[in-house]
């Protein structure tokens, strides 16, 4: 039985090399290259535009209105969300930006919440940008006849082919009826069905428009992951208005949800290397004279305020030194180091298995020999390979315990030159190559053990045995009662069911 314990060993002596290679790959060689770029070159450049955007948690001011925004219809806005419709029936809201939108390209990131009781919904909310604000209609609560493109998130099955839940996205130019009867699917420019409706987390929206295509991505609401996204439907060579409104509407029929907003984040976007506009361009001339205006007073007032303090506290620097702030050498070295004290933990505790392992397998080793001297001269061959196998796992397990013990020293003494003078990066990564390329040869080493382990044939002699047959609880007849009594019982319930649905349901 000696064996199989020794092939054991190896094999957790195998596994511990295996679990210390993926940390320094994890590891060492992220915090080696962590002040590399890892930005596309080739995607926009994003700027966050907060006179089109609200969010909690003060998105709205004492007097209940939502700064550079303006809400309508049966809207409550409050300190972290604006519900745009309660679970009330036929009720319509929505919330419309007062400024036009006078760029071309951009990205909007809507999060919000759909929630009802009842297991379907209605009717649906709506993100708009169209050339004028919508404020009231008849299509998810904003105007029909639109001139711009809507995403909907329809939560009724109007037509009836069983596709709702659905997001669709339907372009207008001014002149087009919203298709009601159809849920849009005759106009429609993109779709995916997805269930929007009661999840655990909030619903994140992310519309993109760039170079005249239209990206629509969701976040299903399943994870508290914000970039968890998934793709919903995409558009190419499509044109919307150059200039124009954001809305987000919603609206309640027969049915009714809650249909809260709570977010709206929207970022321009501008092609890499294109000169960005500069900020002075966008303020108008007496704002701009105001808030020179108000930065030269505060700039005053603060000066007196210094001189104040100086007074008050002479021993005191008035301005703090540069060495107080961390420079971009002094990160990367400190994250270095990091990485090397994880290195060194995990080679630490790898040492001690090791010698729990080599203590272990001395005593084995021990138990073994005592037993060939008690049989005499006259041994059994078969024991006699044993005892030579677990000679050789001991020593492998001596060199391995000696290379672990020689690679502590050489991460010691990496971290000791870089906390005395600072150690660079090249030396930082010559030193992580000589310590892999000693655990390579560990490996190696391992590997050559476990090869060599010769397979013992008493394991596979051994066999379970086999389980007695179970006798049958349950007759045929009786089983054959209860899928019948269960089949009708399920038939009433979809009968009953379909009464309550076509009872409830709307029609426009």
């Excluded at 020794?6 to 295996?18: E, F, H, N, T």
């Excluded at 049915?255 to 501008?270: K, P, Q």
């Excluded at 180091?337 to 298995?353: A, P, S, V, Y």
Aim: net charge neutral; hydrophobic share 35%; proline share 6%.
């Amino acid at each position: 039985m000696a064996v199989p314990i020794g092939k054991r060993l190896v094999a957790k002596s195998y596994l511990l090399i295996s679990v210390l290679f993926i940390t320094l790959k994890s590891i060492g060689c992220d915090n080696i290259a962590s002040g590399a770029s890892t930005s596309d070159p080739e995607a926009p450049h994003r700027r966050f535009e907060y006179k089109y955007s609200f969010k909690g948690p003060h998105l709205s001011l004492t007097d209940g209105s939502i700064p550079f925004w303006i809400h309508s219809g049966n809207a409550i806005p409050s300190a972290d969300q604006v519900r745009i419709t309660p679970s009330l029936r036929s009720q319509k809201g929505s919330v419309w930006s007062k400024n036009m939108v006078l760029f071309e390209s951009w990205e909007a990131v809507v999060t919000f919440r759909v929630s009802g009781r009842g297991r379907m919904g209605a009717d649906g909310l709506g993100i708009w940008f169209t050339s004028q604000q919508g404020l009231d209609g008849p299509v998810y609560g904003a105007a029909d006849k639109w001139n711009g493109i809507g995403i909907f998130f329809d939560s009724f099955d109007n037509d009836g082919k069983k596709n709702n839940p659905a997001i669709v996205v339907v372009g207008n130019n001014g002149k087009l009826v919203y298709d009601h009867q159809n849920d849009g699917t005759t106009q429609a420019l993109g779709t995916c069905l997805r269930d929007f409706r009661n999840k655990p987390y909030p619903i994140r929206a992310k519309i993109t428009y760039y170079k005249k295509s239209l990206t629509v991505m969701i976040n299903n609401g399943f994870t508290p992951d914000k970039d968890d996204y998934e793709f919903c439907t995409k558009m190419d060579n499509i044109v919307i208005p150059k200039e124009g409104f954001f809305g987000i509407s919603a609206a309640t029929g027969g049915l009714a949800d809650d249909h809260d907003v709570l977010s709206f984040l929207l970022f321009r976007l501008t092609e890499p290397g294109q000169q960005k506009p500069p900020a002075e361009a966008e303020i108008p001339k007496e704002e701009k004279d105001k808030y020179q205006e108000e930065f030269e007073n505060f700039q005053q007032d603060l000066d007196k305020k210094k001189e104040e303090f100086q007074k008050e506290h002479p021993d005191v620097l008035g301005e703090p030194s540069e060495s107080t702030y961390e420079s971009v050498n002094d990160r990367e070295i400190r994250q270095v180091f990091e990485g090397q004290n994880r290195i060194h933990l995990e080679i630490k505790q790898l040492h001690r298995q090791l010698a729990m392992i080599l203590d272990e397998q001395r005593r084995y080793v021990s138990v073994i020999t005592d037993e060939v001297a008690k049989k005499g001269i006259n041994a059994d061959p078969q024991m006699s390979s044993v005892i030579a196998t677990q000679q050789e796992v001991l020593k492998n397990l001596n060199d391995l315990r000696l290379s672990f013990q020689e690679s502590l020293k050489q991460v010691g003494s990496v971290q000791h030159q870089g906390n005395a003078a600072g150690l660079g990066t090249y030396e930082t990564v010559q030193h992580f190559n000589e310590i892999k390329e000693h655990l390579h040869s560990v490996k190696r080493d391992v590997d050559h053990l476990v090869q060599r382990s010769p397979p013992n044939p008493a394991e596979k002699m051994l066999k379970c045995p086999d389980f007695p047959p179970i006798p049958p609880c349950l007759s045929t007849l009786h089983f054959v009662v209860f899928v019948v009594i269960q089949s009708v019982l399920f038939f009433c319930y979809i009968m009953y069911k379909s009464q309550q649905e076509a009872a409830a349901k709307k029609f426009f």
